[in-house]
């Protein structure tokens, strides 16, 4: 009972938390600013969006630096400077530089009354011009059609001020929210010609703390294409009308870059000011998903309590009733199997390192959640995401040699040095080889997105030096500590399998057992996959929370009712089918991303067609992995519950 009570103590540790809201904590501190001081605007790379219409499509999973030279963007003095990322913001295509604009805080004096009016914009303290030139750039044809093809494509510019992305200002049709959708647009092609922008009002929303103290709170811009002359003159009017830019792919182009930046006081404080940026639309949606999975999960709970303490008592109180009889009759149902359900499965070494890397997927998954609901990976900090997950990945490795080793001696396994080696391996491995085939497709397409040589070697060191080590360590423990054991004897001859129904054969049961967990779970799915391929902002944490721990509740329970039919229709053979009908669901999410692709996405490259499907491979990979190891181990410890309470001679 010791070792049962140890697994189920796991599994349950490996369920991800569950709460019903979530709040964040700023992820760093408040920046003052006084009259003067320089505001760093930052540029980002430039990355496709949708427009925002119903039936728009994204045309582009590939990101292209800011400076990339075919742009012909403005550059500071001195060449562009990276600036400092975090692991996360890199592996998800962030490469921020400094930029040439030149915004500073100037205080204008009224002179009637002699009091501070509302900060405005000006350039090296020239008076009260509110309209400047940038530069001038002469863009080739060959330029021109790169550009042209990036704008039909609706890539967007990413700027960044004090931490806030720049954004355009949006209403949401179905509730009338005002927010703000971080990005803009670099060209408009809304009548069949694409049309550059090249001037920006720039809108600086600040909050006054204290007298002279002020603060960025929102950062929105307003892009337009402004034709005609481009020589730089002394009169410029950004307000002038003018025909849109078109940029010539038959001739040089000249392009002048102009802005104009607005100070606006806002009555949001620092603490909140991502709260426009964080927008869910249509929250109904998610409560109605929310709300149909529970029911969902409280059927197929009292399913389950029906047969384990109706059913399954009294087969039980049947069974040990015929023992203590004195009449001779033969055995029937799940019990007929009991000298075969404990039978070493074929491939148990991959079985245990598939449970062991899918506990450990799951510990990763779960802690993370933690650390979102508690409000520690604010927006702030770009990335921070991508970075809990994989420094999380790399501290679990312990957890993942744990599980592996013990089921491995538990299901017979005897070379434990091998199974030590493959559980470290393997999946890292495969992911490597993965992304790294999508490195070579998105270097050859001149993306920026690709991950950086030291970025992959530190991923490596964190492998090899932190979770290799941990994985080894944990295999040990579980070495030492032994398989589980069992409540009853294996026979020496197997027994004959009768023909099982159609609904029980493998790939049946793991596509019927798969929808109800992909049913708790797509709608989430949806806004996941918009904030992972179309740069929409995510932070609905609280009811991703809920959705997992659903899932999760989904998963164990679905797979325990396959698997007692299974035992009752005499298949014996449970142990790779838990776990083919507890990662049931991650069929149904390659279906869907599928679909998503047919219904949101209009890839025309072959390196985006690569990166959605190898991104997809991997989330479905993932999936598979965790929820196979839940409904394994609450299969497992069903069943070794079940023969533990019949009396066998």
Request: glycine share 8%; aromatic share 14%; with cysteine.
């Amino acid at each position: 009972m010791k070792e049962c009570h140890s697994f189920l103590l796991g599994s349950i540790l490996l369920l991800p938390v569950v709460s019903v809201s979530a709040f964040y904590l700023p992820g760093t501190a408040p920046r003052n600013f006084e009259k003067g001081e320089q505001v760093d605007l930052f540029v980002n790379a430039l990355t496709p969006m949708l427009t925002g219409k119903d039936e728009s499509k994204l045309k582009s999973l590939i990101n292209y630096d800011y400076y990339n030279p075919a742009f012909k963007f403005c550059q500071p003095e001195g060449g562009p400077k990276s600036q400092p990322e975090s692991l996360g913001s890199i592996l998800f295509g962030d490469r921020i530089f400094n930029s040439p604009y030149d915004v500073r805080i100037i205080m204008l004096e009224h002179k009637s009354l002699g009091l501070s009016t509302t900060p405005v914009l000006d350039q090296n303290a020239r008076g009260q011009r509110t309209c400047h030139t940038l530069c001038t750039k002469q863009v080739s044809p060959q330029d021109a059609k790169f550009i042209n093809d990036r704008i039909r494509e609706d890539y967007s510019l990413n700027w960044l001020i004090d931490g806030l992305p720049a954004a355009e200002m949006k209403k949401d049709l179905k509730t009338g929210d005002i927010f703000y959708d971080m990005g803009f647009n670099l060209g408009d092609d809304d009548n069949e010609i694409p049309y550059l922008n090249n001037h920006y009002d720039i809108v600086l929303r600040y909050h006054e703390r204290d007298p002279g103290i002020y603060r960025v709170v929102g950062v929105l811009v307003w892009p337009s294409s402004r034709g005609g002359p481009q020589e730089d003159t002394d009169g410029l009017d950004c307000d002038a009308k003018v025909q849109p830019l078109l940029l010539s792919e038959t001739q040089t182009t000249t392009v002048r870059y102009t802005y104009r930046v607005t100070w606006d006081e806002s009555d949001t404080p620092w603490a909140t000011r991502w709260d426009n940026y964080l927008h869910i639309f249509d929250p109904r949606i998610h409560w109605f998903s929310i709300v149909n999975s529970i029911v969902i999960v409280v059927f197929l709970c009292v399913m389950v309590a029906v047969i384990l303490m109706r059913t399954v008592s009294r087969d039980i109180s049947r069974y040990n009733a015929i023992d203590l009889s004195e009449d001779v009759q033969e055995d029937w149902g799940w019990k007929l199997v009991h000298g075969e359900v404990f039978r070493t499965p074929r491939f148990p070494m991959l079985l245990a390192v598939m449970v062991g890397n899918g506990a450990q997927l799951c510990a990763m998954c779960s802690v993370t959640l933690v650390f979102a609901l508690l409000g520690f990976l604010s927006p702030s900090n770009r990335g921070s995401l991508a970075t809990v997950m994989i420094v999380c990945w790399s501290f679990f490795g312990g957890i993942g040699g744990y599980y592996s080793s013990r089921v491995y001696a538990s299901l017979g396994g005897v070379d434990r040095r091998k199974n030590a080696f493959v559980t470290a391996t393997v999946l890292p491995t495969l992911v490597f080889i993965v992304i790294f085939l999508l490195d070579f497709f998105l270097l050859i397409a001149g993306s920026s997105g690709a991950v950086p040589f030291t970025t992959m070697l530190l991923i490596v060191l964190l492998w090899f030096g932190i979770s290799a080590p941990l994985s080894a360590i944990g295999s040990y423990l579980g070495s030492r500590q032994g398989g589980v054991s069992h409540p009853v004897r294996v026979n020496q001859i197997p027994r004959q399998i009768p023909p099982t129904p159609r609904y029980l054969h493998p790939w049946a049961s793991t596509l019927l057992a798969g929808i109800l967990p992909f049913g708790a779970a797509f709608v989430e799915l949806y806004f996941i996959m918009s904030s992972l391929f179309a740069s929409r902002a995510y932070y609905a944490f609280g009811f991703l929370a809920l959705t997992a721990g659903v899932v999760a509740l989904t998963t164990g329970t679905v797979t325990i009712l396959f698997t007692y039919f299974n035992l009752c229709a005499e298949e014996y053979r449970w142990h790779w089918r838990a776990f083919m009908t507890g990662g049931g669901s991650a069929f149904w999410i390659l279906l869907y991303g599928l679909f998503y692709w047919a219904s949101r996405l209009s890839l025309d490259s072959f390196t985006s067609f690569a990166v959605y499907l190898g991104y997809l491979f991997l989330i479905c990979l993932f999936d598979f992995l965790i929820t196979g190891t839940i409904g394994f181990l609450a299969s497992y410890w069903v069943v070794r519950r079940l023969y533990s309470a019949i009396r066998v001679d």
